[in-house]
């Protein structure tokens, strides 16, 4: 039945992510990026600023650094050491290139969907800021009912991407690496989140607070040492991502090929996956800061994008292709890692590990609170316990599931966010211009 069910999601997710699909984002991409005045290019550096001058929280809110280290914690897990790995497998090298070119306009959706996350906000009967999607997509034409099917959608990532595939990657890293029987890490990831999740929001976000800075700072270094060592090879493997990017291609010699919607096609899909720029989850954590200044806001969280897009998963992808690893045949986790191999020997399967490990315990921490809210906006904060529940035995489904139905599930849901959302924006966008303009204007004269 298991079977049968990936089987129907995989064609669901092929019929989803067809030109239509791509066309839509690129579009609404290049639409935002004119229509907000170039604003990620213009407010690059800002963006940058912000993040470390950001605006203190208020009562019953998240601060906004808090709300920066968990949408970036969002978009820096195993979506990226995995996603990247198999968006090349899928797409071969020429997803890079879509994924860096791409990359750039994605970052004006991230200001959008956090700009109106945080400029139609919301207090719920228990006094907590209430934004983001569920806020904004009310205000659309049919957003009465399509912010359910958001919240369907969104939930349906936050336990299949956010938790199982998470769950997923720690329990092979650990058996393979360190030979630990996968009930045990199964048990160990189940007892992690019984102790964060009872612990309610504030334990959520002190535990991102701690994370996010270790598991950042380890790819980082790791990750520039491995480039570093194949300094000599970086060049040949840009123009090769290039060359596939627009040309279909034999891999290894054998009759697949590549063509250009499969390079566009996986290269976003696994992008948007590990970015989530566009899936208005940043729109979710920035709404709850309760801020003054939605375009402030919605410029810092740009940085999000640009780190994940560009620093994180880029970079795993030129690693790939410069150490040969794309080659190998192998898919997911186990390409990054004989990558890593090339550099650190039998070191890189344990790094790898290790990093996929905290990748994951970040981004299930981070998805705690975003279904959180969307479980508070589906029952009016009623039965929070099991949601717990749910989200917790979720950990010990996706440590033990198979690989194909969780990735398939989480195509489908993506699907349907991107949809949703960028509708919204898209409505909104005259509102936002505005905004933007006054903003450049009150800049200019300061």
């Known amino acids: 039945m298991l079977d049968s069910l990936a089987l129907v999601l995989k064609n669901a997710g092929d019929i989803l992510w067809g030109w239509p699909l791509i066309g839509f984002i690129i579009g609404t991409g290049l639409l935002l990026t004119v229509a907000l005045d170039f604003v990620q290019f213009r407010y690059f550096f800002a963006s940058w600023r912000y993040v470390f001058t950001p605006e203190p929280g208020s009562a019953n809110t998240i601060t906004p650094w808090q709300a920066f280290l968990n949408s970036l914690s969002a978009s820096v897990g195993n979506g990226a050491l995995t996603g990247m790995a198999t968006a090349i497998y899928s797409g071969g090298p020429g997803a890079a290139f879509w994924v860096f070119v791409l990359g750039f306009f994605t970052m004006s959706i991230r200001f959008a969907e956090v700009y109106a996350g945080t400029s139609i906000s919301k207090r719920d009967k228990n006094n907590e800021v209430f934004g983001g999607p569920m806020a904004y997509i009310q205000s659309v034409p049919g957003g009465s009912w399509l912010v359910y099917v958001y919240v369907f959608f969104c939930l349906m990532l936050t336990f299949f991407s956010g938790n199982a595939m998470q769950c997923q990657a720690i329990t092979k890293g650990m058996t393979n690496s360190f030979a630990m029987n ?178 994951g315990l970040g981004v299930l921490v981070t998805y705690a609170y975003i279904g959180r809210e969307c479980w508070r906006f589906l029952t009016n904060g009623a039965a929070m316990r099991l949601y717990m529940l749910i989200y917790i035995g979720m950990a010990v489904v996706g440590a033990l599931a198979d690989v194909a139905l969780i990735w398939h599930s989480i195509d489908v849901a993506v699907a349907g966010l991107v949809i949703i959302n960028l509708y919204a924006l898209l409505y909104l966008l005259p509102t936002m211009r505005r905004a933007v303009l006054a903003y450049k204007e009150s800049s200019n004269k300061a």
């Open 182 to 359: 996968e009930y045990l890490v199964a048990a160990l990831l189940f007892s992690f989140l019984a102790y964060i999740m009872l612990g309610g929001a504030k334990r959520v976000l002190q535990a991102s607070d701690v994370i996010v800075p270790l598991k950042v700072g380890l790819f980082f270094v790791s990750m520039i040492i491995a480039l570093v060592f194949h300094y000599d090879a970086l060049w040949a493997a840009l123009k090769l991502m290039v060359q596939y990017a627009f040309t279909p291609q034999a891999f290894t010699g054998a009759v697949i090929g590549y063509t250009v919607q499969d390079a566009i096609r996986f290269g976003m899909a696994r992008s948007l996956n590990a970015t989530e720029a566009g899936l208005g989850t940043a729109g979710i954590l920035y709404g709850g800061t309760g801020t003054k200044d939605p375009v402030r806001s919605g410029i810092m969280a740009m940085a999000t994008s640009f780190m994940s897009n560009h620093l994180v998963c880029f970079a795993i992808m030129l690693l790939i292709v410069a150490s040969g690893a794309w080659q190998s045949g192998i898919i997911g986790t186990g390409m990054t890692i004989a990558a890593y191999q090339t550099v650190y020997g039998s070191w890189g399967s344990i790094i790898v590990t290790i990093l996929s490990a905290m990748f």
